[in-house]
């Protein structure tokens, strides 16, 4: 379970929505990461996974696969410097399914609360550059080894239903708090929410946008 979204007036709350499998996640995590370091300590971070795409077992349409690989060079135009290794369209049996991944960050947090940033590094990082499909438990359980998490653990974690409730009650709490799309950001203060302008290249006016809504919610 993510922790509640109901804030007390003197403290605000900064919900992270995103998708392990979102390919502008992936270009948005050097940005995301000069945010966390320049967030004042009384903000708490919340992170919630969104549920691109559900559970299947079908190899993803040609149309699909030519559609998100089109998307990933306009992400390489629009955010210099993101990488992706193509041959994973080649290499893999691609499928639209990003719950396994999701659930397999759910997973790891049940272990270590900090391994949901890791297990989510993990798999962008096998799914856009090292080719390794991410949609598959295989793949999954490898990353967590990898990651130091204990095997049985996670795989256990993996299937169970409680994984499976956490994750829809964290794809309706994504809906709820008003995310609009992978990655978003919210930020909840003295009774109030605002979606964030996201900036993939300049961190500092989404830490703009975040000290102008504590200053007009302490001046109100």
Not at 2 to 15: E, G, M, N, R, V
Not at 22 to 43: H, K, R, T, V
């Amino acid at each position: 379970m993510p922790p509640s979204s109901t804030a007390s007036p003197s403290s605000a709350t900064l919900y992270y929505a995103h998708d392990p499998m979102c390919s502008w996640c992936w270009a948005f995590n050097p940005c995301w990461q000069q945010i966390l370091s320049g967030l004042p300590e009384s903000i708490r971070v919340v992170r919630l996974v969104g549920g691109l795409a559900a559970d299947s077992s079908e190899l993803m349409a040609a149309e699909m696969q030519v559609f998100l690989q089109n998307t990933w060079r306009q992400i390489q135009a629009r955010v210099p410097g993101t990488e992706f290794n193509f041959a994973f369209w080649q290499q893999c049996q691609p499928r639209r399914s990003t719950y396994p991944a999701c659930r397999a960050v759910i997973a790891a947090r049940q272990q270590q609360q900090q391994a949901d940033a890791a297990m989510t590094l993990a798999i962008q990082e096998a799914y856009y550059l090292q080719a390794r499909n991410p949609s598959d438990d295989t793949t999954l359980v490898e990353l967590a080894v990898e990651i130091g998490l204990d095997k049985e653990q996670f795989k256990r974690d993996l299937g169970s239903a409680a994984t499976q409730q956490t994750l829809l009650q964290e794809i309706a709490l994504c809906r709820d708090i008003g995310a609009r799309g992978f990655p978003s950001l919210i930020l909840e203060h003295g009774g109030q929410r605002r979606l964030l302008a996201l900036d993939y290249q300049q961190p500092q006016r989404i830490l703009s946008q975040i000290e102008t809504c504590l200053q007009v919610v302490l001046s109100s």
